[in-house]
């Protein structure tokens, strides 16, 4: 998707879902400039973006990723990345403390009419924004990683955000090519966390009890619901698997999912021991060292499924 309009875009943070961002916002035509404290992430960012848009033309996803690379560029400071742009793209490390600092420098540098959203995976923003002038064009706007693979975006105000901020990076998503959802109000975890736990807790519960291997659940993840998932959603799911329908199913197996949820009335920790014990089947199965090779090949998966979804009608 490219833009008819190009907009001036900062991303601050060229970790791995920064470059993701940067990518999403240069292959829509728009110019972008990178941010990040860490000098290292941004000498490696050129070519970590390059092999990225290799593989992205390899599947037929982008068209000229020479076009994309040369809108992305570098910025000498944070002073640099934020001058001009409309609107920038928080995506540093997960701590209160940092993020902190870094919006009490955005408060004195970004233009009064610019909206800053953080890739925040579970942090709200009202915690890193709380008395700033610019706290109410401030939201966070959490990507799946990598953001342009996966378009689903969670865009959750704080009490303060101004509605017409939230309206605009909306908008904004959309004609980069994401998928914006709305959370009316912040919640820990945000909206795809808090679903991922859930079915966390149940796979760890049952691998800790031993009525599966880690690679027996994974598979009936990949092979079973997740096939269904990658394009339609859990309600979706129901309302098909019954001749009635939703409310159908919901009468039919209600009871069960009943049942089962009473079986684990209390939240139990993912003890050091289960971790260990988990770690050391998936170090059996995929050495540390292997995990970047892994990590590639899910996102070439993830590009596959991309260039066939493109092809499909929703």
């Known amino acids: 998707m490219t833009s008819s309009t190009a907009r001036s875009i900062a991303v601050v943070g060229a970790g791995l879902v920064g470059m993701g961002w940067a990518i999403v916002f240069a292959r829509a035509g728009h110019d972008v400039r990178v941010y990040d404290a860490n000098p290292d992430l941004l000498v490696a960012l050129p070519d970590r973006l390059a092999v990225s848009l290799a593989d992205l033309l390899e599947f037929g996803l982008i068209k000229d990723p020479a076009a994309i690379a040369d809108r992305v560029k570098i910025a000498s400071s944070l002073a640099d990345a934020v001058r001009g742009a409309t609107y920038i793209q928080e995506s ?3 701590r209160v403390d940092v993020k902190q600092s870094l919006y009490q420098e955005l408060d004195t540098l970004i233009d009064d009419d610019a909206i ?3 890739s925040s995976s579970g942090i709200p923003s009202s915690e890193f924004t709380v008395g700033l002038s610019i706290a109410p064009r401030c939201l966070v706007a959490h990507p799946v990683n990598p953001p342009y693979l996966m378009p689903v975006v969670e865009l959750v105000p704080a009490t ?20 914006p959802i709305r959370v009316t109000r912040e919640v820990q975890g945000f909206i795809l966390n808090r ?7 149940e796979a760890w519960a049952l691998y800790e009890e031993g009525y599966c291997s880690l690679a027996d659940i994974d598979t009936t993840i990949s092979k079973g619901l997740g096939m269904r998932w990658s394009f339609m959603g859990p309600f979706e799911t129901i309302d098909l698997n019954a001749p009635g329908g939703l ?12 049942s089962i949820a009473a079986e684990r ?14 770690d050391e ?19 070439r998966r993830l590009m596959a499924l991309a260039a066939h979804q493109s092809t499909q009608e929703n």
């Open 160 to 179: 303060w955000t101004l509605p017409e901020a939230v309206d605009t990076v909306h908008a904004l998503m959309e004609e980069v090519g994401q998928q």
């Open 265 to 278: 009335p209390v939240h139990a920790p993912w003890s050091e021991a289960l971790i260990k014990r988990a």
């Open 281 to 299: 089947e998936r170090r059996a199965a995929l050495p540390l060292e292997a995990l970047p090779d892994r990590c590639t090949w899910r996102d």
């Open 195 to 201: 679903l991922q736990g859930v079915l966390l807790r």
């Open 92 to 94: 540093i490390l997960e």
């Open 247 to 258: 409310a159908d199913y919901a009468h039919r197996l209600g009871s069960l999912y009943q």
């Open 116 to 118: 800053v959203g953080s």
